[in-house]
């Protein structure tokens, strides 16, 4: 999806691999706040907190927050349950 988007593939191993460099700085604060966010009792630094409220509003912070909580309980869910990936 995010290639039909327009993602580059530069993008997409970026991506793949947590590293924010290759998108704009505040979409790279965002992707570092998620993978913060995604282990099991993560905390988040205090420095990805500030380079995110740099970059974004709170009402936004709070938008991507739900996002990736939300597709983190889709995925242990679909773990816990062995629900096969579908392509």
Known sequence: MARRLG??????GAARSGDGSAFEPAWGSA??????????GASISEDIQSTL???WTPEQIV???AVVALFNYFNRFALALRIPVTR
Request: aromatic letters at 4%; a negative charge; proline letters at 5%.
């Open 63 to 65: 938008e991507i927050t």
């Open 31 to 40: 992707l570092a706040y998620a993978s913060a966010m995604t282990p099991v």
């Open 53 to 55: 409220a740099r970059q």
């Open 7 to 12: 993602a580059t593939e530069l993008q997409l």
